[in-house]
């Protein structure tokens, strides 16, 4: 199986300051159609997991453009530009290019 | 809108059978791919199985002997079959929908199972 290992496990950051979150896979998320199946979620204390970022890089419909994804093949990295109050929870990246999906670790995002 | 919203008992006792069902409304199941996804407490993440638009099914291998994921279209109903539980599959059980693969753009809000006598 896909093994994502994200870093830092937690974050400690004020408002206003920018993150960002590494999710480094042990395999290739690029997959044979072209497209690399790696996703960005975000669960707050007490909710369920919501959709940030699919396909790397693409903005799910009203997320905050301050969240922003990056990467290929095996390295990715969630930025935050500006946190906010709301931002705070644990974020998850989960590829789908091999079966079985996996899930990263999560990086809990704290105030400091 | 899309909804997906698991339901099922809070508790059962080990070696026994775990039931849940995903009731959606908002999309077709003929149209997209319903997960199961599973997070004991304080932990991250776990993915339990697929069922896809047109009735295949797909599992985790470290659970495939165990789980069993159907479906009614009829009433919109995913359903999964757990068995033999034991106390570490404590945890919240979540259904979630794809657009692609991973790509899981809507989460029902999740229902806690404990396992213990």
């Known amino acids: 199986d896909v093994v994502l290992t994200q870093t830092p496990p937690t974050l400690s950051a004020t408002i206003g300051q920018s993150v960002s979150i590494s999710c480094r896979s042990s395999?290739?998320?690029?997959?044979?159609?072209?497209?690399?199946?790696l996703h960005w979620l975000l669960q707050r204390p007490g909710q369920s997991p919501q959709l940030l970022i699919y396909?790397?890089?693409r903005l799910e419909s009203g997320v905050p453009n301050r969240f922003s994804g990056s990467g290929s093949g095996t390295d990715f990295t969630l930025k935050i530009s500006g946190v906010e109050a709301e931002d705070l929870g644990v974020y998850y990246c989960v590829q789908g290019t091999h079966a079985p999906w996996t899930f990263g670790g999560g990086t809990k995002l704290e105030l400091k | 809108q899309v909804q997906l919203k698991e339901s099922g008992p809070g508790l059962v006792q080990p070696s026994q059978t775990l039931s849940l069902t995903c009731t959606v409304s908002g999309f077709s199941l003929t149209s997209y791919n319903v997960h199961w996804v599973r997070q004991p407490p304080g932990k991250g993440l776990e993915w339990m199985g697929r069922m896809r638009y047109n009735g295949d099914t797909s599992y985790n291998s470290a659970l495939k002997s165990r789980l069993s994921i159907s479906r009614d279209t009829s009433k919109n109903q995913v359903f999964l079959k757990m068995n033999s539980l034991q106390t570490d599959d404590t945890g919240t059980y979540y259904c979630?929908?794809?657009?692609?693969?991973?790509?899981?753009?809507?989460w029902g809000q999740g229902v806690m199972v404990t396992v213990s006598s």
């Open positions: 395999q290739s998320l690029l997959h044979s159609n072209g497209n690399t199946y």
């Open positions: 396909l790397v890089s």
């Open positions: 979630t929908r794809d657009r692609a693969p991973g790509y899981f753009d809507y």
